[in-house]
């Protein structure tokens, strides 16, 4: 559940949400989402979680690699249902990671 | 509850966590850390939800403020008590922000 990456640098893209009708619809397409992202070239793991905010990020190798997954045109459509539908508000953010530490007990 | 973070690039400290014990001792420690964290040099905005995991990310304005926040020494004596009682396993990555786009309805 805590995505396995490898050696950094690559890539993660914080997605932040504020939900305003997270409906039957908007837990399909999340699902749909993330089943096809894990089919990506590039696409190194997800991790995601709700409280009052929303925070999914995932993992990718490479620019090249999210400008892809961005393109994907199911993955469009279900931005757009964002927009005009599921979300108050939300923020992305692209970013390299360069250290990682983990632990295990 | 999304963090109003400048423009990049800044940096984003992603805690990703699996709770073992996360008791009330856990819910006050987590609290303080966050009020400590926002009077820290360099802190730009800090989001968090949990889910099966915990995500945390922390925003900063340099590899230098992220330091400085490590080496708080309340903080080592939480994340001390972190891998000793409250998690199963964690990961820690630090990342440069390099782009950014936000929504609202």
Redesign the interface.
């Known amino acids: 559940?805590?995505?396995k990456?490898p050696t950094?640098p690559y890539y993660?893209v914080?997605f932040?949400?504020?939900g305003?009708q997270l409906d039957q619809d908007y837990q399909e397409t999340s699902a749909r989402m993330e089943e096809l992202a894990q089919k990506e070239p590039g696409f190194l793991g997800l991790?995601?979680?709700?409280?009052?905010?929303?925070?999914t990020?995932s993992y990718w190798d490479s620019l090249d690699s999210i400008k892809h997954w961005k393109m994907n045109v199911e993955h469009e459509l279900a931005r757009e249902k964002g927009?005009s539908s599921w979300?108050?508000?939300?923020?992305?953010?692209?970013?390299?990671?360069?250290?990682?530490?983990?632990?295990?007990?």
């Open positions: 559940m805590i995505a990456t950094p993660a914080i932040t949400s504020i305003a991790e995601s979680a709700r409280s009052k905010v929303g925070l990020v927009r979300y108050q508000s939300f923020g992305i953010r692209i970013s390299k990671v360069e250290r990682d530490y983990f632990f295990e007990n």
